[in-house]
């Protein structure tokens, strides 16, 4: 099935490095969202971005919908070890939500 | 805590069986979304149930099949069942259909395992 390009796949940081990761699509979406999920559990939403340009923040998240409505950024800034995760990243077409590939998030203390 | 729960978390099925997963809604959501999540994969769109109808369908066979009732929660069915159905199943609920600024939020997930 499609799937949007996320980058990185995975990565290891620091305990208070900031992360940046993104997506990318060949198609335009209506919304971009942001979700997190640990092992075992469901996608919980981080961020929600509704049009071309938005720059929204969530504590110390921040996301962007990209201007051609193909693309979305989320950083994250001083991070601590409850960021461990998998973040994706899903684009909005009608009823259609369609997911990254996922970024895997491993913080070292 | 989402509010969106399924059951149940895990099962066992032998290929070629059916099964059964259940879902209920967010309290004043219409909206159920199902999913299927291979193992390192993301989220899979199955279909969309709004108002007890179906509101659109990935590309996923017929033999996947579900149902929205009254009171808005939902099943999925899949029939015969083959070893590639084996995946976390997830449901997402929502406000509305296709109204702008609506967000899908969803339950734990069913973990299926097809011997």
């Known amino acids: 099935g499609q799937q949007l390009n996320q980058s990185p796949q995975s990565m290891f940081i620091q305990e208070g490095e900031d992360v940046s990761m993104n997506c990318t699509s060949s198609?335009?979406?209506?919304?971009w969202l942001w979700y997190k999920q640990d092992p075992g559990e469901g996608p919980v939403l981080l961020i929600a971005?509704?049009?071309?340009?938005e720059l929204t923040s969530n504590g110390r998240l921040t996301a962007q919908f990209g201007i051609t409505r193909k693309d979305s950024f989320l950083n994250i800034s001083a991070s601590i070890p409850s960021d461990v995760g998998i973040y994706f990243c899903?684009?909005?077409?009608?009823?259609?939500?369609?997911f990254g590939t996922g970024t895997r998030l491993k913080v070292l203390a | 805590e989402t509010g969106v729960t399924q059951s149940p978390t895990h099962l066992i099925k032998t290929r070629g069986q059916q099964v059964t997963l259940r879902c209920s809604s967010q309290?004043?959501?219409?909206?159920v979304s199902w999913y299927q999540q291979a193992l390192g994969q993301g989220p899979q769109f199955i279909f969309q149930?709004?108002?007890?109808?179906?509101?659109g369908r990935g590309n996923f066979p017929p033999r996947f099949s579900g149902l929205q009732f009254p009171n808005y929660s939902s099943e999925l069915n899949v029939n015969a069942l083959e070893l590639d159905d084996s995946a976390l199943y997830l449901c997402?609920?929502?406000?509305?259909?296709?109204?702008?600024?609506?967000?899908?939020?969803f339950g734990p997930g069913t973990r299926l395992l097809v011997l």
């Open positions: 309290s004043g959501h219409n909206t």
């Open positions: 971005l509704y049009k071309a340009g």
């Open positions: 149930y709004y108002r007890e109808e179906e509101n």
């Open positions: 198609s335009i979406f209506n919304t």
């Open positions: 997402a609920s929502s406000s509305g259909r296709d109204r702008g600024q609506e967000t899908q939020y």
């Open positions: 899903a684009g909005r077409r009608t009823y259609k939500y369609i």
